[in-house]
């Protein structure tokens, strides 16, 4: 079976930033997303989210440009001030074109 390599972007962020995350992962070139929630604990054992041990786990699968993109855009924007963590993973996946974004062609 035929397969093409991509990167899957994982943030685990407070549920209050959601929907800035994904509106941003789409700005920056995701097709789309997966987001579940979820609890846990971290290395400080600390919760700033208004309700203690829920998060989200937001998902991307995108190209290896986009995913860098995406990544430094987290770092810079949320790192600081909020508890967000961001990984990559290298991932084959099946249809391909999936996980591209094409320019929408103005209408004739």
């Known amino acids: 079976m035929l397969t093409y390599p991509f990167k899957l972007v994982t943030i685990?962020?407070?549920?209050?930033?959601?929907?800035?995350?994904t509106?941003?992962?789409?700005?920056?070139?995701?097709?789309?997303?997966?987001?579940?929630?979820?609890?846990?604990?971290?290395?400080?054992?600390?919760?700033?989210?208004?309700?203690?041990?829920?998060?989200?786990?937001?998902?991307?699968?995108?190209?290896?440009?986009?995913a860098d993109r995406i990544v430094e855009h987290v770092a810079k924007s949320y790192f600081a001030d909020y508890e967000v963590i961001a990984y990559l993973s290298d991932v084959q996946v099946v249809r391909g074109e999936k996980y591209t974004t094409t320019p929408k062609r103005p209408a004739p």
């Open 12 to 21: 685990i962020a407070e549920p209050v930033l959601e929907p800035r995350i």
């Open 23 to 66: 509106q941003e992962l789409r700005k920056l070139g995701a097709s789309g997303f997966t987001v579940v929630e979820g609890r846990g604990q971290g290395s400080r054992a600390l919760h700033a989210a208004e309700i203690p041990g829920i998060n989200v786990r937001i998902e991307t699968i995108v190209p290896p440009d986009v």
